[in-house]
Each structure stands twice: as C-alpha cells, then as structure tokens.
C-alpha cells in the first residue's frame, strides 16, 4: 500500500447524497424505502470511536438523512461476531483477514476500502528494551521478549490484536509469563494501562495521537506513514451485513452509510479530522485507478473451469 494522501474529488458531495436519499424514498416491491426516522445497527472497533472520528462522521450523516446510528465500539472479532448473528447493519473494522472470513461465509456484502492509517510500538521514555535502536516490528516485539519488559496486549481478537499476533508469529515468539499482560479491552483502555505499567504497547497511531497529551508513552517505533515497516500497516474497510443471511439488517440504510463514509464529502471528513494538529486517518475509498480486488477476499480468483 502506498501511504500518501489519496486525492479525491471535492465537489459533487451533495449531489451523491441527494441521489442516495431520493433513491431511498423510493418505493420497492409496494414497500415503502423511506429510511427517516430509522436507526443503524453499526458494529465497529474502538480506535473509531476512541479517536471521535465516528461522532464527527455520524453526526453529518445523522442530519443529512434524519436517522440515528446506534455505534456499539468493540474489537474487530467481537464487531464481525456480532454481525455474524444479525445484531448489525454494517461494520467497520481493521483486520483483513477477518473480513475475508466473514464475506467467504456469505455474512458480508458490498465491501470498500475506506481509509487507512498504521500501528506504532510505544512505550516508556528510558526504553529499557532498547526498542528505539531497531527498524523492524519483528526486531523490537524481539527485544521486549529477551528483556522480558512489560508488554500491554489488548488480547481481545481486535484488529490490534490480530496484528500483533501476526508479529509474534513472524518473530517465531509465544510471548507468555509475567512480563506478557492481556488487558482483554479496547485500545484506549490499553494505553492507559501500558502508561500506568510503564509498558509497551503496539497501538493504532490514531487513538495513541488523540491520547497523547494524556499519557507519557512515546512512540518508539514508527509504521509506515513515518517511513516504517509496511509490516505496521492498517488498513480499515466497510461492509453491509447480508440481508438474504439475516432479513431483520436495515439494508438500504447500511448501504446509505457506506456510500455517504465513501463519497468525496465523507472522504474530505475523515481526511481534515485531527488531533493535535495532526491526521489520524488517510482516506482510501476514491482514486483514478480503483482497486477492485477490495470487494472481494484478498485471495480470490475468477472461477476459471471450462476455459
């Protein structure tokens, strides 16, 4: 992935969400798809909500079309859990791997890349595993086993989670013992308490930048968007929940969501959103050469039998 900000169209916004709204107050089959006054289930990680991103997004939403979104902020595998048993219209999360999962299973429809940001290892200032001399994710996770300095894991099948396990599993490390600390919560939670430790932590740079002036950590290893291992990158994606797997989902409204969070006006939300005089999040949704591969698992193939 190339991490730079996309460029988007800034005009046209209000066009787009016009035409979603008329096409929604449309009637289809005899009944009436008016979606005023409804509300959206929406399963999401915590770094979306910990930062104030979805309060920004989902208050513009909220007005232009006259519903509400009921946000319930978990880990990415408690948010897709919870889609897996009809209690969500949409979901927003962060670990590809899982998403696949959930679209082979036939639960998840209309998948987009929507924005994306990276992971960053923090930690104390003295660094006593000495994670600010390496380059590499594998290298530092390396240096805090061999120290066996504290390290706050969220241990909660969330998509920081999920990449964390990915590195141990590269640097051929089951972290374990009394240095190895599951939090079991979400990642403001887990800064907290890697702050109160004096521990390191891997953490999305967007909830560590929105609680940076609450805490000592410092970022001790960058991602990719300040030149680190791609190894630390992060994308999100969205996706409607299948209404032919659960026909109690507010489709049309799950569809109203994702196309206004991908429009030029949800992009340009997402890209001036800000904490501490920086970006949290880099919009993905629009580009000249759209990448069709993100509707899809990452490893699917056109059924080619016969040719």
């Known amino acids: 992935m190339e991490y730079r900000r996309r460029e988007f169209l800034g005009a046209g916004?209000?066009?787009?969400?016009?035409?979603?709204?008329?096409?929604?107050n449309s009637s289809n089959d005899g009944n009436e798809g008016s979606i005023a006054g409804a509300e959206l289930a929406l399963a999401t990680t915590t770094s979306t909500y910990d930062t104030g991103l979805l309060d920004e997004i989902n208050a513009e939403f909220q007005?232009?079309?006259?519903?509400?979104?009921?946000?319930?902020?978990?880990?990415?595998g408690?948010?897709?859990e919870s889609a897996r048993n009809g209690n969500a219209d949409v979901i927003l999360?962060?670990?590809?791997?899982?998403?696949?999962?959930?679209?082979?299973?036939?639960?998840g429809v209309n998948r987009r890349d929507l924005m994306f940001n990276d992971f960053v290892v923090v930690g104390p200032s003295d660094d006593p595993a000495g994670v600010g001399n390496t380059e590499q994710a594998t290298a530092a996770f390396e240096a805090i086993a061999n120290t066996q300095?504290?390290?706050?894991?969220?241990?909660?099948?969330?998509?920081?989670?999920?990449k964390e396990k990915v590195i141990w599993s590269e640097t051929g490390i089951e972290p374990s013992g009394e240095w190895y600390q599951e939090t079991g919560s979400g990642m403001g939670n887990t800064l907290t308490v890697a702050d109160e430790s004096s521990a390191y932590t891997l953490a999305d740079r967007g909830t560590y930048l929105s609680m940076q002036d609450n805490i000592d950590l410092e970022i001790l290893l960058q991602g990719p968007i300040e030149g680190g291992p791609e190894l630390l990158s992060n994308p999100y994606g969205i996706m409607a929940v299948n209404p032919e797997i659960h026909d109690n989902v507010n489709y049309q409204l799950a569809m109203a969501y994702i196309g206004f969070f991908t429009s030029p006006e949800g992009q340009e939300l997402i890209a001036n959103y800000t904490a501490n005089d920086q970006q949290l999040f880099f919009p993905e949704a629009l580009s000249e050469d759209p990448d069709f591969q993100q509707y899809v698992p990452e490893d699917w193939q056109p059924d080619s039998g016969g040719e």
């Open 13 to 24: 916004a209000t066009g787009l969400t016009a035409a979603i709204a008329g096409c929604l």
């Open 93 to 107: 999360v962060h670990a590809r791997s899982q998403e696949d999962e959930f679209m082979r299973d036939g639960y």
């Open 63 to 76: 007005d232009r079309f006259g519903v509400q979104v009921a946000a319930n902020a978990q880990g990415t």
């Open 78 to 80: 408690q948010a897709i």
């Open 149 to 162: 300095a504290t390290f706050a894991s969220r241990g909660d099948d969330s998509g920081t989670h999920t």
